[in-house]
């Protein structure tokens, strides 16, 4: 069965670090490009950063200002994102999601893992 | 890099039509046949429902449709159940493996 498991998640006051976890099986890990997407609370879906098949194309969305970085290790089947500089706006459920081979669309969601950014 | 928009809520009765809208830009919709849509039930993982515009994965009813027209998206669901109500959300990708969602829009089975 075809499955992202996410981690890391948890409290961290404003200005903290937290790195997020995903483990992915029951598919060719290195065959496919990954990508978190977050949701606030009551809101709708936002797209955070993307990663390709091998780790040399990385691109996050212009609105975290460099704060985020997507990463990958393909031997362990996973894929991971730093958080710095994390302010209350960044509370949310971060989800990871496979990147689709065919149209650019997310075909395989986790369950997420829940950041709140609170002092 | 703007988020699509979506109307928050729309609603409809069972075994009636109802079509949810997703407005972009020439910068993204209009650019690209890249649009998706996905549904959510509270509590639960978005579920990919059609990509590339119009197609279907696997399992997804054809009561589920999408098209497009210039900068704007709509997703038909036909014949509507109860199972059906859930949030909507549209994706578009945007050039620079960027992509973009809209709100979300609430669909309410009456």
């Known amino acids: ?107 395989v969601w986790g369950q997420g893992t829940m950041v709140t950014v609170s002092s | 890099q703007s988020a699509l928009t979506q109307p928050p809520s729309a609603s409809g009765s069972p075994g009636q039509s109802v079509t949810i809208s997703c407005i ?17 039930h509270p509590g639960k993982a978005p579920k990919l429902l059609i990509y590339d515009v119009r197609e279907r994965p696997s399992g997804v009813p054809d009561r589920f449709s999408g098209s497009k027209s ?4 709509s997703l038909t669901v036909s014949g509507l159940q109860a199972e059906d109500e859930a949030e909507y959300h549209c994706s578009s990708y945007a050039g620079n493996n960027i992509r973009l969602f809209g709100g979300g829009t609430k669909l309410t089975v009456l």
């Open chain 1, 1 to 107: 069965e075809v499955q992202l498991a996410e981690s890391g998640g948890g409290v961290v006051r404003p200005g903290g670090s937290l790195r997020l976890s995903c483990a992915a099986s029951g598919f060719s890990f290195d065959d496919y490009g990954m990508s978190w997407v977050r949701q606030a609370p009551g809101k709708g879906l936002e797209w955070v950063c993307g990663i390709n098949w091998s780790g040399g194309i990385t691109t996050c969305a212009d609105s975290l200002k460099g704060r985020f970085t997507i990463s990958r290790d393909n031997a362990k089947n996973s894929v991971y994102l730093q958080m710095n500089s994390l302010r209350g706006d960044d509370t949310a459920l971060y989800y990871c999601v496979r990147a689709a081979i065919v149209g650019k669309t997310f075909d």
């Open chain 2, 70 to 73: 210039g900068n704007t998206a």
């Open chain 2, 24 to 40: 972009g830009t020439s910068s993204d919709i209009g650019d690209y046949d890249y649009v998706s849509w996905y549904q959510q």
